[in-house]
């Protein structure tokens, strides 16, 4: 306890900062790689819909169905595809994207977020990485100033058996983090004082522990410093940007979260989560998709339109999806329940190519009749796009091979 006391008196560093950086170990020791993919892209957006959207209520409209729901379909620029009448901008947009028919098996809420933040089922022997906690150990600068993988409104997944330096930074919303600032009395001079101090007793600790959680956690401590004392720590807040520019984006969290991850890759973070909560929408789901999709609408095509414009678009992989589908039928509470065998993404920039519906659900949205999208491709593609070898190996802790992607095989017809 006095050594964790000690780091918190030197930097004022709350529990809350430390645990949110301290879901990072050493790297895996893994194959090394022969002839990685040329990276597409350098940095990625995820826009989590937590909960899990109904496909049909969103990207997926059904009108002719007997359980189509109230919305209308409207027309996209991409030929033949439509979306709901509540995503007028992202309808807008879909030149710039490519739009997937996705299928899955993992019906319960934690069980699939966590196959489509990492690839894999849960298994009990191992933790697999998110895919940030990929990009975070191969791909991201070893000493940047801010966080390689940065979550903004949602918890992630965490970086695995790589190690928790390789996890999530955990932000609630758009913000300066809290707690990073030297409490009364303390200089840079008696701050690097107490460091010294700690990583003395840290030494002590492994020679006689061998504790192998120790080297992470002082790689933790590093990067926690490098933050505090960085001029790119202002990129997690918004309040600087044009009041015109905020207003595009909109008056929420999930709005001001998609500026933020904007300002963070310009700043050279390499992968953030953006989440949009509450898709979980068993009861009321019309009502509650229709607010949800508004939201969404603003935000997510203000981010592509705001990247195109800056000329980051091409450099930036942003990709759009959440646990899985809903039911084709509604139920007594006029709500869809959990459905993995049909649900839709999207993506664009980062190499993706523009203006592609790939795959096609049939008449009722119950099953991807043609081209269906599997998770492991889904990541394969990812990694891929993002100069990872999707095939690369890593020893697990129990000395197991485990692979960058579960045997999946990236979709070349999305690459540009």
Known sequence: MFRRDLLLGAGGLTGALLTSLARRSALAQGAPAQGAPAARARSCIVLWLNGGPS??????????????????????RTPGLTFSEHLPRLAASTNL???????????????????????????????????????SALKAPKDGELPAFVSLGGPS????????QHGPFVVPRAGLPQNVAYPRNVNDERFDRRREALGA????????????????????????????????????????????????????????????????????????EVTLDGWDTHRDGFNRVKKLSGTLDQGASALLRDLEQRKLLASTLVLC???????????????????????SGWLAGGGVRRGILHGATDSDGAKVS???????????????????????????????PLYVSDGGTPIREWIG
């Open 55 to 76: 496909h049909l209520d969103t990207f997926d409209p059904k009108p002719s169905s007997k359980n189509a729901g109230p919305f209308k379909a409207i027309a996209t």
């Open 157 to 164: 997944q965490s970086g695995g058996f790589l190690g928790v």
């Open 321 to 343: 999806l959440g646990e899985f589908g809903r039911t084709p039928r509604i139920n007594g509470d006029e709500g869809r329940d959990h459905y993995p065998q049909a649900w």
């Open 201 to 272: 007793l840290d030494d002590r600790f492994f020679q006689e522990l061998g504790d192998p959680q120790i080297p992470g956690r002082r790689e933790v401590q590093a990067q926690a410093v490098r933050m505090m004392r960085s001029p790119r720590l202002s990129a997690f807040s918004v309040e600087d940007e044009p009041e015109a520019l905020r207003k595009d984006y909109g008056d929420s969290d999930f709005g001001r979260g998609c500026l933020a991850a904007r300002r963070l890759v310009e700043q050279g973070v390499s992968l953030v």
């Open 370 to 400: 043609e081209k269906a999208v599997t998770v492991p491709d889904l990541f394969a593609t990812l990694v891929t796009l993002l100069g990872i070898e999707h095939d690369r190996s890593f020893d697990t802790p129990s000395g197991r």
């Open 97 to 135: 994207m490519t739009v997937f028919r996705g299928t899955s098996k993992e019906g319960n809420h934690q069980r699939a977020r966590y196959l489509l933040h990492t690839g894999y089922a849960p298994n009990p022997t191992v933790i697999h990485p998110a895919l940030g906690g990929w990009v």
